[in-house]
């Protein structure tokens, strides 16, 4: 299988490569008149609007220093989201299930952990991201 | 001539004769000794008969014909059409408008099922014909109808057809303001004619197409009037539908958005409002019942108010019902018409002990909400128990373009819909008064001192649910206390406002779109668009903050 893997707050995490649009630039973030939790605001991309997901607040991670961010934009047939990453690393095809690579995981939002040349490299679920945002908006309104 | 062109003369006969019917009808509901709508009603009738019986159209011949008698004989025996045999009229135009809607491909044995299922409606009191052509694979006729269609002069268009070009439209809009700005550096008089002149073009072709999507607001009254007669009907109530649409227009995706909660509020005002004849005559009221509907146009903004002379609602025993379900945990020293409505929303509540034939459900006004905060709309509500409720709905007239007000607030621009704003002024903070409730401000202007928020305070509490109010919150940052501020005088839940905010920047036209998943159910925002420079803006619905 393909993945499109990325770095941030010191791990590795990765997409299904069938969730990912494109990779931008780091740009100016539109607060949100009401902020809500794990949005870290909007973006203007090719004249829609994306929301971007605080991946350090959805993934409770540390934001060492401050720097730009790259966006990795996915997007489905009702969401246009966006993920803050440090460093885009790229595709990379992984064996199916294979023993000793690939294990299950009670992580919020992780799917599996590959274990790639010593690496953890965590696949997002990205449904669950999905829902969840969804769920934490309807709450504070 | 062709079978089909025959059909196609058949049609427009048809409608023809069914808007006069329904012309009729409401005269005969506000004068039912008036003999003169029968006669016209049979008049049609009668046409209706002729002509299907030369297409050979015999259910509709049998229709009209069981119609006609049922009228006479009103007629003979001088009985008043009621909503009975109105109900039954209805029913059988529409049954009539089905089976012209079905043509020309179910010229088959189905027809005889449409005549025994209107016959026995007819006879039960009840016409329920649910027909659907099913016989598509008639491709010849099919042909021969697109043929007729394409050298029509009228073609018909999907408006989203229209949205996507509206869409692009603001896409180009946005390389001329790049334009724009690429100028100011540049100073290029040549290109500053040329962009004017964009400008200018992009204008009127947005506003053709934008008239396009523009209906009259009467386009569904009728429908509306078909479903009071029947919930009149089911309900025994008598009812004067009052309606005045001021030949307003407007979008038609705002159109399709209101139906439901139009006849909702309406079927609640006959259903909760409108007292029974007996109780009506013991409070010393008309018998029949008055409902009306009001459209108005305000700037950018259609107001529809829909008023009757009920009971209204009694708050003490909401309020209670409401506290017993858990719907509230507390209530305010006051109860107002702004409390009340909170109430009303809160999902799933629902006033009704039981479920009635025609409301009660729990499907409540939280629903109306709902549906309208969709299309950047808002309700209020003035209640006067045993006398009648008023309910106001404020909605967009377009989706598409509002004139706003850019203004700064903290580290953002938002843009706030000129049209919610009364009055845009500067006060020293000496002008203002602090008091434990909030800050108002002393202005010889207004009636009630309006209360001083700073944006800011506003949109941040709205989070948190705290006190947008708090007197210790500061107005402006940054800003030592001698500076004057800027405020936005806007009411807020019909309340006299002074919004502070940081600066004012400029005023445009922009396109509004609408907020998608997962943002799309913020309270408070009517849409978002994109500026010049490219930055995504909020347009807030600062009414409802």
Redesign the interface.
Known sequence: MDIFTFYIGGRHYAFDIDKVAEVTEPR?L???????KY?KG???FK???Y?IIDTYSIFDLEQKHSQEHDIIILEDE????GFLSERVIGALTIPDFQEGIVSETSECFIKYIYNLNNIDVRLIDTKEV?KT??IA??C?? | MSETKYIKIFSTEIDTHISTINAAVKVLRDAPKNLEPARIIMQSLHSIKGISATMGFSCVVEVTHLLEELIESYSRKEIPLTDRPVTLIYDVLEAIEEFKNALPEELDENVERVIKKIRNGIRSGSVEVRYKSKDIDNKISNSVKEMHRSIDNNIKINVSIIDKLIDDISELKYTESALKTLNEKLKSYKLKHLIRKIEGQLRKLYNSLVSLKMQPFSTITNALEVAISKYCFSTGKKINFIVSTNNILIDSSVLKELIAPLIHLIRNAIDHGIEPVKEREDVRKAPKGNVTLTVKKIHDFAEITIEDDGRGIIAESVIKKALDNSFITYTPDEIDDNFLLYVLTRAGFTTKSEVSTVSGRGIGLDIVKSSLENIGGSITLENSEGHGLKITLKVPVTTAVIRSLLVKTGEETVAIPVSSIERIMLAEKGEFRKTDSGTYLDSPLELEPPEVISLHTLLENAQDGGDASSPTAPLARGKSPEEELCLLMIKIRNKPTAIVVDELLSEEDLFIKPLTQPLKKISSVLGYSILGDGLPVFVLDVNSL
């Open positions: 100016r539109v607060s949100i008149p009401k902020s809500l949005i909007v973006i203007n004249g829609m609007l929301s009702n969401y246009r989201l999905f945002i969804e908006v309807t504070y309104m």
